[in-house]
């Protein structure tokens, strides 16, 4: 098969796979076209086969339609309007939301038990790499955001999410990017200690 071809001790499986990882960006930039619903279900198929302790499966996905882009948007703004008194800003930041092409809220389980909740936590930010990198290879990039609107109680009444069950992992902008940015991280040797 063609990934067993070895180079260098390396499969060419491994090569993708390492430059799918690598390559693999964030943006806001993104053109109008809309992503198919399929892909995103597809994505979401991949996301929950992420490690999970116990195998709680902690993760929820709800993608959102157009009539709660509106409304979310709109919350957008009017946070902007509660906390900076900045008008224009709420304005600009309501505009750029409806822009975004795709939106999809990914939740965690809340849990008494502060162990079982950072683990879960961890869970759903593997199932999220899972799904952003199946939508890389796709040609679709997304965008992570955990402001202010994540943790309003506003958007869990919007959305019929209990707040005391669950709670935001990333509302997540994604499209097919216009531009993707550079990114750079520290050399393995700054950040890889061998030990006896
Ligand atoms: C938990 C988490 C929360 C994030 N929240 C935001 C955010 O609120 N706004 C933002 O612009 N980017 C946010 N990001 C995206 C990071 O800024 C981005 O991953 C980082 O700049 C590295 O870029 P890359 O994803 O292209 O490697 C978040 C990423 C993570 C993992």
Redesign the pocket.
């Known amino acids: 098969m063609k990934e067993e071809i070895k180079k260098d001790g390396l499969s060419a499986g491994l090569a993708v796979i390492a430059e799918r990882i690598r390559s693999?960006?964030?943006?806001?930039l993104f053109h109008k076209r809309k992503i198919s619903e399929q892909l995103i279900k597809d994505a979401v198929e991949v996301a929950r086969w992420a490690p999970n302790h116990h195998l709680t499966e902690p993760w929820h996905f709800y993608l959102l339609g157009p009539q709660m882009v509106t409304e979310a948007a709109e919350l957008i703004a009017t946070i902007i309007r509660e906390n900076k008194e900045d008008e224009h800003l709420a304005n600009f930041k309501q505009e750029s939301a409806l822009a975004m092409p795709g939106w999809l809220l990914v939740t965690c389980k809340r849990s008494e038990d502060l162990l079982r909740q950072q683990e879960d936590y961890a869970s759903c930010?593997c199932a999220?790499q899972n799904l952003s990198l199946y939508l890389s290879e796709a040609g679709v990039a997304m965008?992570?955001?955990?402001?202010d609107i994540?943790r309003d109680p506003r958007l869990f009444e919007l959305m019929g999410i209990d707040f005391d069950d669950q709670f935001v992992?990333?509302l997540f902008w994604y499209g097919y990017p216009r531009s993707?940015?550079k990114?750079s991280r520290k050399n393995v040797d700054e950040i890889l200690t061998e030990t006896y």
Not at 24 to 28: F, L
């Open positions: 693999r960006r964030t943006t806001k930010c999220v965008k992570w955001t955990t402001g994540t992992v990333g993707l940015p990114q």
